[in-house]
């Protein structure tokens, strides 16, 4: 299993940014996919999930509700996190993980988010 996320960065309060996650090495169109943060100081928290059937069922932490999307393109292996009206909260090491809300496995090294003025 080899997942490598990207897109993160610094940016403003209300600022949007998107990430990326490269997945090989297992059959990833049929793997539940989510994505989990974990800020300074604390343990990882579930953000999103979106299950294998082409993304159309997907979940989300109350805290993220309305102001991220996540989204999967199974042909390129590919998972993503549109993030919005991003807050001083949000700010965290981001994960794409294996699995769902309940049980979920983190493969990579994770994508640095910063969000501040």
């Known amino acids: 299993v080899q997942v490598v996320e990207s897109g993160g960065g610094l940016v403003q309060p209300g600022g949007s940014l998107r990430l990326s996650c490269a997945a090989s090495?297992?059959?990833?169109?049929?793997?539940?996919m989510s994505w989990v943060r974990q800020a300074p100081g604390k343990g990882l928290k579930w953000v999103a999930g979106?299950?294998?059937?082409?993304?159309?069922?997907?979940s989300y932490a109350d805290s993220v509700k309305g102001r991220f999307i996540i989204s999967r393109v199974n042909a390129n292996n590919t998972l993503y996190l549109h993030m919005n009206s991003l807050k001083p909260e949000d700010t965290a090491v981001y994960y794409c993980?294996?699995?769902?809300?309940?049980?979920?496995?983190?493969w990579g090294q994770g994508t640095q988010v910063t969000v501040s003025s």
């Open positions: 993980a294996l699995g769902d809300v309940d049980e979920f496995d983190v």
């Open positions: 090495g297992f059959a990833f169109s049929s793997t539940t």
């Open positions: 979106s299950e294998s059937d082409d993304g159309h069922s997907t």
